[in-house]
């Protein structure tokens, strides 16, 4: 598939934007676009840099980086919801703007960014809820994507379990949706739900 290349905004826009210097911004550029070295300690850039040439990454590259990560699970479907997240102008394609920008809020963003950005990841048709479905839909293809040798003891129904306690949690007002009012609320009041989004975190 070609892709056509793509030049980010200017460095000084994105600075502003984002909680990163002009120099890690650089950095993460050369990464993504592959053409120049990356330091060890980007990382998260480095997946691009193996896959991008062009600036620019669609939704096969996202599954063809994950499957890389979690080769005894399948991480299609997770690379999918994940890719929707990234791709918040719905083009099919995630330029350097847009990764960085989200890259921006999970690492250095606040717990309300980082909330809010995880909402919309779990909001899997954009219509401002989570539903139960979806919720199962995202920690179903999280557990998928960790493959039976990272949970050897997890039983089949374990995801059903483990959203039915959430979301139970969540839906404060019992109207069978998860509101962002309801999903910040409920996360940081419990340290139980906290904790597990930090590990789904991780694996973005």
């Given at each position: 598939?070609t892709?056509?290349c793509?030049?980010?905004e200017?460095?000084?826009?994105?600075?502003a934007?984002?909680?990163?210097?002009k120099?890690?911004?650089?950095?993460l550029?050369?990464?993504?676009?592959?053409?120049?070295p990356?330091?060890?300690?980007?990382?998260?850039?480095?997946?691009?840099?193996?896959?991008?040439?062009?600036?620019?990454v669609?939704?096969?590259?996202?599954k063809?980086?994950?499957?890389q990560?979690f080769?005894?699970?399948d991480?299609?479907?997770?690379?999918?919801?994940?890719f929707?997240?990234?791709?918040?102008?719905?083009?099919g394609?995630?330029?350097?703007?847009?990764?960085?920008?989200?890259l921006s809020?999970?690492?250095?963003?606040?717990?309300?960014?980082?909330?809010?950005?995880t909402?919309?990841?779990?909001?899997?048709n954009k219509d401002?809820y989570?539903?139960?479905?979806?919720?199962?839909?995202?920690?179903?293809?999280?557990?998928?994507?960790?493959?039976k040798y990272?949970?050897?003891v997890?039983?089949?129904?374990?995801?059903r379990q483990?959203?039915d306690?959430f979301f139970?949690?969540?839906?404060?007002n019992?109207?069978?949706?998860v509101?962002l009012?309801?999903?910040?609320e409920?996360?940081?009041?419990d340290?139980?739900?906290?904790?597990s989004?930090?590990?789904?975190?991780?694996?973005?």
């Amino acid at each position: 598939m070609t892709m056509v290349c793509h030049r980010p905004e200017g460095l000084e826009q994105l600075e502003a934007q984002t909680n990163f210097t002009k120099r890690e911004l650089q950095v993460l550029y050369r990464g993504f676009k592959n053409d120049g070295p990356s330091h060890p300690s980007h990382s998260l850039s480095l997946p691009f840099a193996q896959e991008c040439p062009s600036g620019v990454v669609n939704e096969e590259t996202f599954k063809q980086i994950y499957a890389q990560f979690f080769p005894h699970g399948d991480a299609s479907t997770y690379a999918h919801y994940l890719f929707n997240a990234f791709d918040t102008t719905q083009t099919g394609s995630v330029k350097f703007e847009d990764f960085v920008t989200a890259l921006s809020i999970l690492l250095r963003g606040t717990v309300h960014e980082k909330l809010r950005w995880t909402f919309n990841l779990y909001d899997i048709n954009k219509d401002g809820y989570i539903n139960k479905e979806e919720m199962m839909d995202i920690v179903k293809a999280i557990y998928d994507m960790m493959g039976k040798y990272t949970y050897p003891v997890l039983k089949e129904d374990t995801p059903r379990q483990h959203v039915d306690v959430f979301f139970q949690k969540m839906d404060k007002n019992k109207d069978g949706i998860v509101t962002l009012d309801e999903f910040l609320e409920s996360c940081q009041e419990d340290d139980n739900i906290m904790r597990s989004l930090q590990l789904f975190q991780n694996v973005m």
